[in-house]
């Protein structure tokens, strides 16, 4: 009895352990200089602005989270912002909320011994990958859509059946080849990319990126 509580305990604090470990990421966000009161909400989590208008959150993931931003008027709460950003890994996320424009403007990333610790970033996880496609359903414009998308390629990887699972949320082969080329350098298995190629409509937009794609430098 005693050997299975003392294996359950160090089960649990190893499995805390590498939880703690990967909240290794910070962002630090700038709210324009106004009277009204803004609530910050990353995820299922929800943070108070403070006086200066300045939110610092630590101990987060890195990755894709959720956004959305609300601004007190007259003790009445109103939606400003929705759509998501992208936490670097061991690096303070940079941004500023002004007018209705929320925008990542710098990473610096984290140092340990006066050395800057730079790491792969890996392939993003099925759960950040679920929660990207939830928040660009929620999305009514394909333009809106592909900003989101587009915005996630700063900071992770991916496989080439992912793009073509979220090429899919896009309405236009316009918008799917523009988010198609963008993403070919970041993902981590450009030998699959056909299956990307083959998933338009249009074989002149197949041809498209075939091109783009042989126009890319080799190494």
């Known amino acids: 009895m005693k050997a299975r509580l003392l294996f359950l305990a160090l089960f649990l604090f190893l499995a805390q352990l590498g939880f703690s470990q990967n909240k290794i990421a910070s ?3 700038e709210f324009q200089q106004t009277r009204a009161n803004y609530v910050f909400q990353l995820g299922n989590e929800t943070f108070n602005v403070n ?19 609300f601004e007190f008027r007259r003790n009445r709460k109103f ?4 759509g998501g950003v992208n936490l670097a890994r061991k690096a303070t ?12 403007f710098g990473i610096e990333p984290y140092f340990y011994d006066d050395e800057v610790v730079i790491e792969e970033i890996p ?15 929620n999305d009514s414009f394909d333009s809106s859509r592909l900003d989101l998308l587009e915005s996630t390629l700063r900071n992770n990887f991916f496989t080439s059946h992912q793009i073509k699972e979220l ?25 699959n990319y056909f299956v990307v190629r083959d998933s ?17 430098p080799t190494n």
């Open 123 to 137: 392939v993003i996880s099925n759960e950040m990958f679920q929660q990207l496609k939830r928040s660009v359903e």
């Open 93 to 104: 996320t940079l941004a500023f909320f002004n007018n209705g424009d929320f925008e990542v």
């Open 27 to 29: 962002l630090q966000i």
């Open 167 to 191: 090429m899919t949320l896009l309405s236009f082969d316009s918008g799917r080849l523009q988010f198609a080329k963008s993403a070919y350098l970041r993902v981590v298995d450009p030998e």
């Open 51 to 69: 006086s200066n208008n300045v939110l610092i959150i630590d101990e987060l993931i890195s990755g894709f989270h959720p956004v959305e931003i």
């Open 79 to 82: 939606l400003v912002y929705k």
């Open 200 to 216: 338009f409509s249009f074989s002149s937009s197949k041809s498209a990126l075939t091109k783009y794609i042989d126009s890319l």
